[in-house]
């Protein structure tokens, strides 16, 4: 019942800008902490921002200063604004949120989204 859909990927050159999207659908009560993640090839996926429900961020080194991360509660979708691209950038983007769903019940659930593939040439 609950869905997340990333849309904004693409190719881009290096120094340039991405604005990736995340919409969470379904019966949801209301959306916790939500955080993107990246997988370069032959990589572990590795966690580059966080966004709390109060609105409290926390970002990888690796793109401190040049990723925002922000939410929309009106629309349930979660946004990460990539500028200043580097190839090294390259990679598929994951989103992730913590919320509560309705079904019979309240429910907590975790939920990922597809990821967006984003390439930095150089």
């Known amino acids: 019942q609950v869905q997340l859909v990333e849309s904004g990927g693409g190719l881009v050159q290096a120094g340039g800008s991405l604005r990736l999207s995340c919409a969470a659908s379904g019966s949801i009560f209301s959306i916790n902490a939500m955080g993107w993640y990246r997988q370069a090839p032959g990589k572990e996926r590795e966690l580059i921002a966080t966004i709390t429900s109060g609105g409290s961020t926390n970002y990888a080194d690796s793109v401190k200063g040049r990723f925002t991360i922000s939410r929309d509660n009106a629309k349930n979708t979660a946004y990460l604004q990539m500028t200043s691209l580097k190839p090294e950038d390259t990679a598929v983007y994951y989103c992730?949120?913590?919320?509560?769903?309705?079904?019979?019940?309240?429910?907590?659930?975790?939920?990922w989204g597809q990821g967006t593939q984003v390439t930095v040439s150089s």
């Open positions: 992730n949120a913590d919320l509560q769903f309705l079904g019979n019940r309240l429910y907590s659930g975790n939920y």
